[in-house]
């Protein structure tokens, strides 16, 4: 005697289930092999010059970069970038090496934007930008040399121990921004002759806090410790987006010499701005970064 299984007939809702299924394995695997045929085939030599060509359209500087690849997941990645400030010859920045990559993660909202890491020669900063969102960055133990428009020989050498931006790309009228940076181990190079040190005017640990709206900015806190001056500050700046060296400022500070401050640097503290009954100094800075004016 045999026994046959009933046939069963799979119900509409199953059967739509199944199709969903099917569809949806379809789809994600033809991403994979897009991306992956995209991953393979896309040539290098290209995509480093379309990353030259995009961060010099958009931003004032010369981009000089030695490698770029595209990893998988579009993963960016590149090695040896240089950053300078249009026509000019100093280099603002040296990129080791670099990686960016899509927010996955946000692939649902519809506003996946970007995040990665750049590492200099030491640190690290490391960012996160939506196209509807704003643009954060975090940067620890990177490495600060300035040259100042007003006098080549003079430097601003130190350390970025920490620091938080949150702003937007690009900047826009309503956009609101906040800056919260620590510096250590700041120096002004070319200045040995106000002080007795040889390597020059020392200004210890900085901490500045901005917060601002569009271009306009407000200081609410700036403050040094540690070095031969000691200043404190509050003020304002006007942002010039196309060349940031003539941003207009307007500080309103108090300093006063340090423990160990050489005799010269403290009779010519003497000479400017206010003299203030606890001993300090009170002046205002104002003009452009490239060309500051002591009142």
């Known amino acids: 005697m045999r026994f046959t299984k009933p046939f069963q007939r799979q119900s509409s809702g199953e059967s739509r289930k199944s199709g969903n299924l099917y569809l949806t394995v379809g789809v994600g695997l033809f991403i994979v092999g897009l991306l992956c045929s995209f991953y393979l085939t896309f040539p290098d030599a290209l995509l480093k010059q379309r990353l030259v060509y995009e961060l010099e359209a958009r931003l004032p500087v010369q981009v000089d970069l030695v490698e770029a690849a595209l990893q998988p997941l579009l993963t960016l990645s590149g090695e040896g970038m240089t950053v300078r400030l249009s026509g000019q010859t100093e280099t603002l920045l040296h990129i080791d090496t670099f990686q960016v990559g899509p927010q996955w993660g946000k692939l649902l909202t519809g506003d996946v934007g970007l995040k990665g890491t750049v590492n200099p020669s030491s640190g690290e900063l490391a960012f996160a930008w939506q196209p509807d969102g704003p643009l954060a960055m975090t940067g620890t133990t990177l490495p600060l040399d300035i040259s100042l428009a007003t006098s080549p020989k003079m430097r601003i050498t130190g350390t970025l121990t920490s620091g938080q931006v949150t702003t937007a790309v690009p900047l826009q009228s309503a956009t609101e921004s906040r800056i919260d940076i620590n510096l250590a181990q700041v120096v002004v190079q070319g200045l040995e002759a106000l002080t007795a040190n040889a390597a020059g005017l020392r200004l210890g640990e900085i901490s500045l806090q901005v917060s601002g709206q569009g271009t306009s900015f407000s200081i609410t806190h700036l403050q040094t410790s540690g070095g031969d001056l000691l200043v404190t500050g509050t003020g304002t ?35 400017v701005g206010t003299k203030q009954a606890d001993g300090s100094q009170k002046l205002r800075l104002t003009g452009t970064l490239a060309k500051p004016i002591v009142r």
């Open 237 to 271: 700046l006007m942002l010039a987006v196309a060349n940031p060296q003539f941003s207009r400022i307007n500080l309103n500070l108090t300093i006063r010499a340090g423990s160990q401050a050489d005799a010269t640097l403290v009779s010519l503290l003497e000479l």
